[in-house]
């Protein structure tokens, strides 16, 4: 241990140079520790943290851009010129519609033959009834369709694709047909709902059919009870069965209560004189309890029905009839004038994805068998434009360059940790000297106070 002479009496330097070999081997092993210390944090760091840099590539194509996405898919960034691009530059639609509405069946010319000036003198389920009115709300079902899905085709090409990055193929793909689909399903709405609304608005303020299909008018002239003379209107009443009429399933099916339908087709039995119907039993035909019900079928129309209205009787449709030549070679016998037109009208319908579907199921997709959506991810990067790509490349840290590293701070470091090492070994000292000390002059205190008691 040094004495108190070995030190300086000013700055408690030590003077003996064996105690000052013995704080710089100190100071060095300790050095030496900081050092591996250090080295080992750097490791430690630079393996945590791994090197990046961005890369900007130009001259994109469609394919270096599938590649860089690919690879970078989380840092690729690619810039569009233009940031509003609209769908017609890039976005082609197909329509298929049902062949009905493509079809003479719903040209003028066609209505017009089919037309009956004495049509509410036949049976209301008669198919001459109501032939002319249900192919005129087919046709205007079927321009209308065609006008909304124009109208469609429309929003859709002046849509606009609002994007500040280049997307994917996948990624327009989702993008379009996601817009389209909302188009394409609020559409119908437009026809729908007012067609719901006007049937509603007919049944409950109880519109008389000017062919009387859901109310009869007449004036008794002759018949029952001494009511001659009096002003009648009289609900239709349908049978779900031409051919079984059960008095209390007609009942049921009265027009003032519901929009019945039947299956239409010709029948023989019509009122006395044919033009002027008065003959109360035939009125209110085959409710009451009178009327003679075993009437004979001349022959029924597939597909098509009668009910209270013309459009009750259109919407629950299903137009097998013209996709049957035979069928439509019969109708001739009950409309003549169909031989006095141009129309290719024996030709049947071909066939439809929506056969056997009433028109009421077909009207919410607005007569639309197949619409195609075709997507030009050339045209579309085209008004893009990306004139660069930028991407975030991440540097696996190799041995090179983490010695590289070190050598670099090497010098600094290596003061820094010989002035710490130093330090350090200098405070302990002397904070060892000063307990030293201190428990020296405990010593003499106890050894004088020894003496004095004695």
Not at 123 to 141: E, G, I, N, P, Y
Not at 161 to 178: A, D, F, R
Not at 299 to 328: E, K, R
Not at 359 to 371: H, S
């Amino acid at each position: 241990m040094p004495d108190e002479e070995e030190y300086h009496e000013d700055n408690d330097e030590p003077t003996d140079p064996t105690i000052v070999i013995k704080h710089q081997r100190y100071a060095t092993r300790l050095y030496v520790l900081l050092l591996i210390i250090t080295i080992y944090i750097v490791f430690i760091l630079n393996l945590m943290n791994p090197q990046t840099r961005a890369i900007t590539l130009s001259n994109i194509t469609p394919s270096l851009y599938n590649q860089l996405r690919l690879k970078h898919p989380e840092t690729l960034s690619c810039p569009c010129t233009s940031t509003s691009i609209p769908y017609k530059t890039f976005v082609s639609n197909t329509i298929v519609y049902h062949p009905i509405c493509t079809s003479v069946f719903v040209s003028e010319e066609w209505i017009k033959a089919l037309y009956d000036p004495y049509a509410s003198s036949y049976l209301v389920m008669d198919f001459r009834t109501t032939a002319s009115s249900q192919f005129k709300f087919l046709a205007a079902f079927c321009s209308l369709s065609k006008t909304l899905i124009s109208q469609a085709l429309t929003d859709i090409d002046n849509s606009q694709l609002i994007t500040i990055q280049l997307l994917s193929e996948n990624e327009i793909q989702s993008e379009i047909s996601g817009n389209i689909e909302i188009i394409q399903s609020s559409t119908p709405s437009q026809l729908i709902r007012p067609l719901d609304f006007l049937h509603t608005t007919t049944q409950s303020i109880f519109l008389i059919s000017a062919l009387k299909t859901n109310f009869a008018v007449y004036i008794r002239l002759r018949g029952l009870y001494n009511n001659i003379g009096k002003f009648y209107v009289t609900p239709t009443y349908y049978s779900p069965d031409p051919n079984n009429f059960v008095e209390a399933t007609v009942q049921s099916s009265s027009c003032e209560l519901t929009s019945s339908v039947t299956p239409a087709g010709f029948f023989s039995l019509t009122p006395t004189d044919n033009i002027f119907p008065n003959d109360f039993i035939y009125e209110i035909w085959p409710y009451y309890s009178g009327a003679d019900k075993n009437l004979t079928i001349s022959s029924m129309i597939d597909g098509f029905f009668g009910g209270c209205t013309p459009l009750d009787a259109v919407l629950a449709s299903t137009f097998d009839c013209l996709y049957n030549q035979s069928c439509l070679e019969m109708l001739v016998d009950y409309f003549p004038q169909l031989n006095s037109t141009d129309l290719a009208w024996t030709d049947p319908l071909s066939v439809s994805s929506q056969k056997n579907q009433s028109l009421k199921n077909i009207l919410p997709k607005l007569f639309v068998e197949e619409w195609s959506t075709n997507i030009n991810y050339s045209k579309y990067f085209i008004q893009c434009a990306p004139v660069s790509c930028t991407y975030t490349e991440t540097d696996q840290i190799s041995l090179f360059y983490t010695i590289s590293l070190f050598l670099s701070i090497y010098g600094g470091l290596c003061i820094i940790l010989r002035s710490t090492a130093l330090f350090l070994i200098y405070v302990w000292m002397k904070l060892k000297r000063y307990s030293i000390n201190n428990n020296n002059n405990i010593n003499i205190g106890i050894y004088f106070e020894y003496n004095e008691k004695r």
